[in-house]
């Protein structure tokens, strides 16, 4: 895969946005334009995606329409998957503005929520090859997960976070994905301090540096979130069950 150039980047939006052969804020990713991204799947109307209701065990509850989860601020499951590519670099997008959560924001993961009834893993695999526009994405892998919550804006999630490394050119799904590319690891924690990221996959992603030792000096500690203050990074605190219960953080469920 072909990465574009983002070394005059400065920011996340228009002249803020990162540089390349096309407008981040406009119609087209950073490989061309988009029109050969891939349709959605599942309900024509996102707000009507049944999804499970977990407690702070990760516990089935029961099930609720997707936008009254929203609404009402209730505890369900979402998947987090970091891709990258054949040289090691991070897929990295900016939203788009007709999200039900978080729109026009940029996000380190491809993911989403889990159905009514799937499984972790598999909806880690649906959303990957979905959002990636890659029928042929091999499973990804787990790494850990951690309950997210955020009482100010009342929202409650378990997410499990995976990787997977994707050596296919990807086409990504235009109603997820505004714009596309692959950042180097280290140019994706110099952007954490520069760019306006999903706040749950900033805590993912940082707790996922920490668990593999290398948050450092080099300003993923600074990272902020939507409202500027500085995010929450802690160790990964794994339970008996591999369950991060700090809690930090603030999100999206896809």
Avoid: I
């Avoid at 400065?10 to 981040?24: F, H, I, L, Q, V």
């Avoid at 994706?188 to 706040?199: A, F, Y």
């Amino acid at each position: 895969m072909t990465a574009m150039n983002t070394a005059d980047a400065t920011g996340p939006n228009g002249p803020a946005g990162p540089a390349g052969p096309s407008d981040p804020d406009g119609p087209s990713n950073s490989t061309g334009n988009s029109t050969g991204a891939t349709e959605a799947m599942g309900p024509a109307d996102p707000a009507e995606e049944l999804l499970d209701l977990v407690d702070a065990d990760d516990r089935v509850t029961g099930q609720a329409r997707r936008g009254e989860v929203y609404a009402r601020g209730l505890r369900h499951r979402c998947v987090f998957v970091l891709v990258t590519d054949a040289d090691g670099k991070v897929f990295v997008h900016r939203r788009t503005a007709s999200k039900l959560v978080f729109p026009s924001l940029y996000d380190m993961f491809t993911g989403g929520v889990v159905g009514a009834g799937e499984s972790y893993d598999d909806a880690a695999l649906r959303e990957a090859r979905e959002e990636l526009g890659v029928a042929e994405l091999p499973p990804p892998t787990p790494l850990f997960r951690f309950l997210y919550e955020d009482g100010a804006r009342g929202l409650s999630w378990w997410a499990a976070v995976y990787e997977v490394r994707c050596a296919l050119p990807v086409r990504p799904q235009r109603e997820e994905v505004a714009w596309h590319t692959f950042l180097s690891r280290d140019e994706l924690r110099r952007r954490l301090t520069e760019w306006e990221w999903v706040p749950d996959g900033l805590a993912a992603y940082q707790r996922l540096l920490t668990a593999r030792g290398e948050n450092g000096a080099d300003g993923a500690d600074g990272a902020r979130t939507t409202d500027g203050t500085p995010t929450t990074d802690g160790a990964c605190g794994t339970g008996g069950d591999g369950a991060d219960r700090t809690g930090a953080g603030d999100g999206d469920g896809g």
